[in-house]
């Protein structure tokens, strides 16, 4: 069964950091890309980062870049966002998602991604 499983989700104050996990299982996502994306409360669900199936090449949502890091580790099947600098804005349940072929490219739209995490509540307090 292809599966994917958030964690590292929580309360943190405004200014703090948060580590998102995300862990693989079910089929190799090595050649994948992958990415997380957000949705907060009566809002659409939205690109946060990208990353290439190597981890070479990573894309940012302007309203991340520069506070958010995307990376992977191919040979233990996670993947991670970092988040610091956090801002009450940031407020949503973050998903996972994977694509279901191999591909040097980042996407950043959802119909890319066939596979799906359930997601982990990351709320900032101010």
């Known amino acids: 069964q292809v599966q994917l499983v958030e964690s590292g989700g929580g309360l943190v104050q405004a200014g703090g950091s948060l580590r998102l996990s995300c862990a693989a299982s079910?089929?190799?996502?090595?050649?994948?890309?992958m990415a997380w994306f957000r949705q907060a409360p009566g809002k659409e669900r939205e690109f946060v980062a990208g990353?290439?199936?190597?981890?070479?090449?990573?894309y940012y949502a302007d309203s991340v870049k520069g506070r958010f890091t995307i990376s992977r580790d191919n040979g233990k099947n996670l993947l991670y966002l970092q988040m610091n600098s956090l801002k009450p804005e940031d407020t949503a349940v973050y998903y996972c998602?994977?694509?279901?072929?191999?591909?040097?490219?980042?996407?950043?739209?959802?119909?890319?991604?066939?596979?799906w995490g359930q997601g982990t509540q990351v709320t900032v307090s101010s």
């Open positions: 990353i290439n199936f190597s981890g070479g090449r990573t």
């Open positions: 998602a994977a694509t279901s072929f191999g591909t040097p490219n980042i996407y950043t739209t959802l119909r890319n991604y066939s596979t």
């Open positions: 079910g089929r190799t996502f090595s050649n994948a890309a």
